[in-house]
């Protein structure tokens, strides 16, 4: 069975800094992983998607690595910003339909 | 305006009684999603579809049942069978279930029981 973790569960940094927020699965046999956003009470956006036969994708300021035989991703932030206060979800999709997601890493940027 | 819209926003369920959570789409998908999150934790796939008139269990389908005769709509029903109904509900919809596949959450239903 696929287990998904995010550590840390919950993050505080100032405004500005370089963050990493980390994925971890149990199972390498993946389809591929994805990132997402979640603000408070609202549903998910997602950030990046990775391919397994990826290592990594970027948009803007994230970038998303995946190191498929070691079962972990990491999320990467440059110049972080108030607005980028959420949590951040990572899923393992492992086969058709099904995805497994960790319980989230809770970001606080303060100005 | 393409999305995936939700409704009721919030929905109270009292002891013993069936709800139904809405669960529309424009964005002519094949598959949706149904999931279930806890406070502070990630979300759990309920149930799934492929494809109109089909559906799958997904890790806590026990209590919950569904429907797919639209391409459009993905209705889920809390049975009073499911004895912790309380929780923030996601559904959620894609292209076509290949490794290609980005899944896009509507906002969401918090239910409440009485």
């Known amino acids: 069975k696929q287990e998904v973790t995010q550590i840390p569960a919950a993050l505080s940094v100032p405004e500005g800094e370089n963050l990493v927020l980390n994925c971890s699965f149990t199972?390498?046999?993946?389809?591929?992983l994805q990132w997402f956003r979640q603000d408070p009470g609202k549903g998910l956006t997602s950030l990046l998607l990775?391919?397994?036969?990826?290592r990594e994708q970027t948009s803007g300021r994230l970038n998303a690595s995946l190191d498929k035989s070691s079962g972990r991703s990491t999320l990467y932030i440059a110049a972080s910003q108030p607005g980028d206060s959420a949590t951040y979800l990572c899923a393992v999709n492992r086969h058709a339909g099904k995805s497994t997601f960790g319980d989230g890493t809770t970001l606080t940027v303060k100005p | 305006d393409g999305g995936i819209t939700q409704s009721p926003k919030y929905l109270f369920r009292k002891e013993g009684q069936n709800v139904t959570l809405s669960c529309e789409q424009n964005?002519?998908?094949?598959?949706m999603y149904w999931y279930r999150q806890d406070p502070g934790q990630g979300l759990r796939l309920i149930y799934y579809?492929?494809?109109?008139?089909?559906?799958q269990k997904g890790d806590i389908a026990e209590g919950y049942s569904v429907s797919r005769e639209k391409k459009e709509s993905f209705p889920l029903t809390v049975t009073s069978a499911q004895k912790n109904p309380t929780a923030f509900y996601l559904c959620a919809s894609s292209i076509v279930v290949t490794s290609q596949e980005t899944q896009y959450f509507g906002p969401g239903t918090r239910l409440l029981v009485l």
């Open positions: 579809s492929q494809i109109v008139n089909d559906f």
């Open positions: 964005l002519n998908h094949d598959a």
């Open positions: 990775i391919q397994s036969s990826q």
């Open positions: 199972d390498s046999a993946i389809y591929n």
